[in-house]
């Protein structure tokens, strides 16, 4: 009654610390080296969306830590996910 399935691949991201273009690389790497695709993406943990210096301001961490990231591409529509 079941016969027709596909599987389905998708990844679980965590603390991803604003580091967008290196979280993109590593799935890609997978996709490229799995011959798969992804169906979708979670995403668990620190993502880190800041969009500019006043936005580390609200982060509850010590200042060491604070760190933009490559959110700022995103968010001003330099890059896109895939």
């Known amino acids: 009654m079941f016969n ?3 599987d389905i691949f ?3 991201v965590g603390d991803v ?3 967008m273009y290196t979280m993109i690389r590593l799935l890609q790497q997978w996709e ?3 011959s798969q695709k992804l169906a979708f993406i979670l995403q ?3 993502f880190e969306p800041h969009r500019h210096e006043a936005d ?3 982060m509850d961490a010590p200042k060491k830590y604070r760190k933009l990231g ?3 591409d995103f ?8």
């Open 32 to 34: 490229n080296h799995s």
């Open 4 to 6: 027709n399935y596909q």
């Open 75 to 82: 968010y001003e529509q330099r890059a896109i996910f895939p």
């Open 17 to 19: 610390h604003g580091y």
């Open 44 to 46: 668990v943990g620190d």
């Open 56 to 58: 580390l301001a609200t």
């Open 70 to 72: 490559d959110f700022p």
């Open 10 to 12: 998708f990844a679980v």
